[in-house]
């Protein structure tokens, strides 16, 4: 274990408008909404989704917070199934200043390489736009999937804060 130094960068998309597509590379990749997603389903993407890049904060959360986060009516779980597995997923979060953010988003590590990340991307800012947002916004931070910066800036997202902290990685 070490410290090591990362960097957060914030980006924004302003209107549906600015988002630069991109279409699923494999009709058999589908997005859906997830209605009742189960705890157990959660815990299972956070965990396998962000294993590689350090996801260690809901880990510790209690079934409880799970359920109560999960029913919170400003938040939306979305599924990537390619050929009716689960590939990947994102959550959407809308805030009281009329922002959706996308709040977690990625692949399953099997499914990373495959143009699939650019589609679900796509799929996020949509479905947050129509939900009515009047800007879409996220973050990003270096350890995350080198891939990912450069995704979220091809697709129109803009940076407009970056911050630096220390943590601890295995």
Not at 52 to 63: I, T
Not at 101 to 112: D, S
């Amino acid at each position: 274990m070490g410290d090591i130094e990362v960097v957060r960068t914030y980006l924004q998309m302003g209107s549906a408008a600015s988002l630069k597509g991109a279409a699923s590379p494999d009709p058999r990749a589908r997005v859906a909404r997830m209605e009742g997603c189960p705890p157990s389903f959660f815990r299972y993407l956070y965990a396998e989704v962000g294993r590689d890049y350090h996801w260690v904060d809901r880990l510790v959360w209690s079934e409880n917070q799970v359920r109560e986060y999960l029913a919170d009516p400003s938040v939306s779980m979305w599924l990537l199934t390619f050929a009716n597995s689960p590939a990947g997923y994102f959550e959407l979060k809308r805030h009281d200043d009329g922002s959706v953010e996308i709040a977690y988003f990625g692949l399953l590590p099997e499914f990373i390489g495959r143009r699939l990340g650019r589609y679900l991307l796509t799929e996020a800012a949509s479905h947050a736009f129509g939900m009515g947002a009047n800007r879409v916004w996220l973050h990003t931070c270096t350890l995350d999937d080198p891939a990912a910066l450069p995704n979220y800036e091809a697709r129109g997202f803009v940076p407009f804060k970056t911050e630096t902290y220390t943590t601890t990685k295995p």
